[in-house]
């Protein structure tokens, strides 16, 4: 199956400094990819759809000018944490759907602690 | 909007006994069907999934899943289960069959296999 690779797997970082995520599509082209958010014992629950050469689509709720998307390639999407405080230490998961659109294929997660 | 239930948050089971863990959806339209698997801090590992055709659909590693229109739902089941199946398992729907679409997943279901 198609492979999507996110890092870094875990970062630690000081409250008030900005955290970059990244999700790569390896085998396969993305034009849309989706950005989640789990909680300890949670579901994950979509922050946005980041698409390929235009502005992302937020879900209700998220902060867009906290949690930047950034889709400049079909293989990369971005998701910049900015002026992070520890209530953004979460995991971040980023997925993608294949070409065919049947399937979606999810990174590793990133683990964010904000200390 | 579609959205996804869980009715069991929690599922302790015996190893080698059968289990069953249940999910229905809501949808307005046609749905694509998901059971995700994730291992403590680990990404999501897609287990199986009904796209169309046949309503039971089975994976490599023993579960099985039937999708069920009249009653909107697609529960996992395992006939005998081990304690490498201890996870988090998530039922998540699609309701279009274009890349653009987001998946929406359900709750959990935290499975724990006892020796």
């Known amino acids: 199956g198609a492979v999507v690779s996110q890092h870094p797997s875990w970062v630690i970082c000081k409250s008030g400094t900005s955290v970059k995520i990244e999700c790569r599509s390896l085998?396969?082209?993305?034009?849309?990819m989706f950005w989640y958010r789990q909680f300890p014992k949670q579901s994950l629950m979509l922050m946005a759809t980041?698409?390929?050469?235009?502005?992302?689509?937020?879900e209700q709720g998220v902060e867009k000018d906290k949690f930047l998307i950034n889709h400049a390639s079909l293989t990369l999407s971005t998701l910049t944490v900015t002026s992070a405080h520890p209530e953004d230490s979460s995991f971040y998961i980023c997925?993608?759907?294949?070409?065919?659109?049947?399937?979606?294929?999810f990174g590793q997660g990133t683990r964010l602690t904000v200390v | 909007a579609q959205s996804v239930t869980q009715l069991d948050s929690q599922v302790p089971v015996f190893e080698e006994a059968p289990v069953e863990l249940r999910c229905n959806y809501s949808?307005?339209?046609?749905?694509?069907l998901f059971w995700y698997v994730q291992y403590p801090n680990q990404g999501l590992q897609l287990l199986l999934k009904y796209l169309s055709g046949s309503t039971l659909v089975e994976s490599i590693n023993g579960f099985e899943a039937e999708f069920n229109k009249s009653q909107t739902s697609f529960h996992l089941r395992k006939p005998s289960v081990h304690i490498s199946d201890t996870a988090e398992y998530f039922c998540a729907v699609s309701d279009s069959k274009t890349s653009y679409d987001k998946v929406i997943f359900g709750p959990g279901t935290s499975l724990s296999v006892i020796p």
């Open positions: 980041s698409n390929e050469g235009s502005k992302a689509t937020y």
């Open positions: 949808s307005s339209v046609s749905v694509y």
């Open positions: 085998d396969f082209q993305a034009t849309t």
């Open positions: 997925s993608a759907r294949d070409t065919w659109g049947t399937e979606a294929f």
